[in-house]
């Protein structure tokens, strides 16, 4: 197991890797099916969406198990297969990771809401438990706590994995911008709120993905370090705002746009850089180059 922590106190900038579902869904995954079965239906698909990042420079990969807690999984009737399918995902990252890169296994939100009494607060942790340390038998070196709206469910899937691993935690909120300009969550989180919530949970590395280009993670990241200068900032970045063209969904901003950015996104403070909705291998590549560039 590698320490994310020992090689951000390198002082590198890392880079991270990018959309997966998209991916996914070019090979062959069809709206309605459970991106996490294809860990063992599909395993080569799902492996060469990991082998793509990595060749394309990223120094760490996700897993295919963003909806692997119980509770989302209960949706395609396979809750019992939380452990199994999560294990599959991180072993299929780890194989494509080799020994030289860094797996954070990928937990999202579960959908459901603990202050509308959805679900117990017990119910929840021990669902995140399970995710958790089937991911760390698959081999993940660090869990990636993502996409998070509430503070409540990001705490107890922290303190989850704390309890059922001995990975580093990573946290990441999604952020719209309001109509007075400022970033909030769905739940009405500022970038400025999750700090101290967060690393007192036992996150080591916070952040944001998803929901914004790289405009809106740079003034994301400004807030964050007007609140903490030292914690280590990760960024996964949709390529821009989403349009519809044709009845589609078109993310606009293309690996060249988004790379021409990372200057101002390391110096308003961010340690790992790397992509989220309509990002590809083509622009992981070209953010690393800029990365290398710039540093």
């Known amino acids: 197991m590698k320490s994310l922590l020992e090689e951000l ?48 420079g990223a120094d760490m990969i996700l897993t295919n198990s963003f909806g692997g807690s119980p509770s989302k999984l209960a949706h395609y009737g396979l809750q019992d297969r939380t452990a199994e399918l999560n294990e599959a995902a991180a072993a299929i990252s780890r194989d494509a990771a080799g020994a030289d890169r860094l797996v954070l296994g990928s937990i999202g939100p579960t959908g459901v809401i603990l202050m509308m009494g959805e679900i117990s607060e017990e119910t929840l942790f021990e669902g995140f438990k399970l995710q958790a340390a089937a991911l760390a038998r698959g081999g993940v070196d660090a869990i990636c706590v993502e996409t998070m709206s509430a503070l409540d469910e990001a705490c107890c899937a922290i303190r989850a994995a704390k309890e059922a691993t001995s990975c580093e935690i990573v946290c990441t909120f999604t952020f719209e911008k309001t109509v007075d300009g400022s970033f909030k969550t769905m739940m009405g989180v500022a970038p400025s709120d999750i700090v101290g919530e967060l690393t007192a949970a036992g996150a080591s590395v916070i952040g944001a993905n998803c929901g914004n280009g790289f405009d809106g993670m740079i003034d994301i990241v400004r807030e964050i370090r007007s609140v903490d200068a030292e914690v280590p900032v990760l960024v996964h970045a949709n390529a821009g705002r989403p349009v519809m063209e044709h009845g589609k969904t078109v993310f606009p901003e293309t690996p060249g746009v988004m790379a021409a950015k990372v200057g101002q996104l390391i110096d308003a403070g961010a340690n790992i850089i790397g992509g989220c909705c309509g990002t590809t291998p083509d622009h992981i590549r070209a953010l690393a180059q800029a990365i290398a560039r710039h540093t």
């Not at 991270?16 to 995954?29: I, K, P």
Request: glycine share 12%; proline share 6%.
């Open 9 to 56: 106190k390198k002082g590198k900038i890392l880079v991270s890797d990018g959309a997966w579902g998209t991916l996914l869904q070019q090979a062959g995954l069809q709206p309605g099916d459970c991106p996490e079965l294809w860990n063992v239906t599909h395993r080569p698909e799902v492996f060469a969406v990991a082998k793509g990042y990595v060749d394309a």
